[in-house]
């Protein structure tokens, strides 16, 4: 039977595998959407991108890319 007090968040984090895990400041973010395991169509370095971001496309995170502070970080709840 499934946990009913976890939030939309946390159910997604626990079925959803992603590609690649790593310490990256986004990935805390509640706009990124890390690549699904499996998954063929990024490239090799990219480990999500970002829906808040919209230029000109999402804004896709490379791995090595290094990133301090970002104004559309927010928190997952």
Do not use: N, R
Request: charged share 30%; net charge positive; with cysteine.
């Amino acid at each position: 039977m499934a946990d009913k007090t976890l939030s939309p968040v946390k159910f997604l984090e626990q079925i959803l595998e992603p590609e690649k895990k790593t310490d990256h400041i986004c990935w805390q973010c509640k706009y990124f959407k890390w690549v699904l395991k499996g998954s063929k169509l990024p490239p090799a370095d990219i480990i999500g991108w970002c829906k808040k971001i919209h230029w000109p496309f999402y804004w896709v995170v490379p791995e090595k890319y290094v990133i301090k502070e970002c104004y559309a970080y927010e928190p997952k709840e």
